[in-house]
């Protein structure tokens, strides 16, 4: 057996510290006249931590599971239904080509920076673009993580690197009810990314990498890339089973294998193209197929000008505006060609030396 390294994690909160924390979300006045209420609340919740209830509501896990009988997060096998549904309708040759339009950016108008970003102007060019190729468009703007109530993408916690086994199709980290870790936004997107015939994501540079709300959505995709899509063949968490399992062989199931992907990264002083490549050698990893050379794009808008007329930039640059609708236009092709066989023709499936 492999040794498990143990030791890193904190104790539990004392009663007094949970409190506060509990009641940072009841600061607002207005909430004092229901004090008794929240504190019979509070009373509930810190049971609910005391024990550890990550998951509350549970259910057998049936037929085609390793141990039908052990019991499953309700809430994770619904996602995981939702998942094998999205995956028929991606594979039904009747369907229409979809593209999922992703919003890299944190800013928007609803919110303190009181005005869209530039990223959102690209994206609608892109959605209008492929409207005109007849692919449907599904747009998933990650900049409502900073403006919506109870909105949440939680870190992943890299179960992957204790075993690969451990990391579950779709997560199962979360909800996590005990630690108030709840309303996670990747149930929702791991059905859109299933769904979706193609990706295009559209993003500012942030501090020469990807704003977080992408990199928290990329991190938490881990899953789809050598996930493992039966909990109960490592009862839940179980590091020595998970580890177990992975040295008697794990074949890495690329979940979201044979989709295109497209790009469009753009920044104002550095870092576009080491961002881009990035998230090239991201997708090319999860087995996505690049439409080209065109649909990998990296741009300055504004280079060294000030922020407050960056959006008059744009507006002048239509040479960006048209490499935008390229990319859009790039990968409506390759998702035509894909769907009708023709690309598949000519990717080989190749033996990896290295699996991992």
Not at 59 to 77: F, H
Not at 268 to 294: H, K, N, P, T, Y
Request: glycine residues 6%; proline residues 6%.
């Amino acid at each position: 057996m492999i040794k498990l390294r143990t030791g890193q994690a904190p104790n539990k909160l004392s009663r007094h510290e949970f409190s506060l924390r509990f009641r940072a979300s009841f600061a607002d006045p207005a909430f004092t006249v229901e004090e008794q209420a929240i504190s019979r609340i509070e009373e509930i919740a810190w049971d609910a931590y005391t024990e550890s209830r990550k998951a509350p509501i549970t259910e057998k896990a049936g037929i085609g599971y390793d141990d039908p009988n052990y019991k499953l997060s309700s809430e994770w096998v619904a996602t995981k239904r939702k998942l094998d549904e999205a995956q028929l309708h991606w594979a039904d040759q009747s369907n229409p080509s979809r593209v999922l339009l992703i919003c890299g950016s944190a800013r928007n108008d609803g919110t303190c920076p009181s005005e869209i970003s530039k990223t959102f102007r690209l994206l609608q060019i892109a959605k209008e673009t492929l409207e005109k190729s007849d692919i449907q468009v599904d747009v998933l703007d990650l900049s409502l993580l900073t403006s919506e109530y109870g909105r949440n993408i939680h870190p992943c916690k890299g179960c992957v690197s204790t075993a690969m086994p451990l990391c579950h199709w779709p997560c199962s980290c979360y909800p996590n009810h005990s630690l108030n870790q709840t309303n996670d936004w990747m149930a929702e997107i791991y059905e859109r990314w299933t769904m979706a015939h193609a990706v295009i994501i559209l993003s500012p540079v942030y501090w020469y990498q990807s704003p977080s709300p992408l990199k928290l959505m990329i991190d938490r995709l881990v899953c789809a890339d050598g996930g493992n899509p039966d909990p109960t063949s490592t009862s839940g968490k179980n590091a020595a089973k998970a580890k177990k399992l992975e040295m008697a062989g794990w074949d890495y199931p690329q979940h979201l294998a044979g989709r295109a992907y497209g790009l469009v990264i753009h920044g104002d002083v550095a870092g576009i193209e080491g961002s881009r490549r990035a998230l090239s050698d991201w997708l090319d990893w999860m087995g996505f197929i690049d439409a080209g050379v065109q649909s990998k794009l990296d741009r300055f808008i504004g280079y060294y000008e000030p922020y407050a007329n960056s959006h008059d930039a744009l507006d002048k640059d239509e040479s960006i505006q048209e490499e935008t609708r390229n990319v859009a236009r790039a990968v409506a092709k390759t998702v035509e060609e894909l769907r009708a066989g023709k690309l598949q023709a000519i990717q080989p499936v190749l033996l990896k030396p290295r699996p991992k």
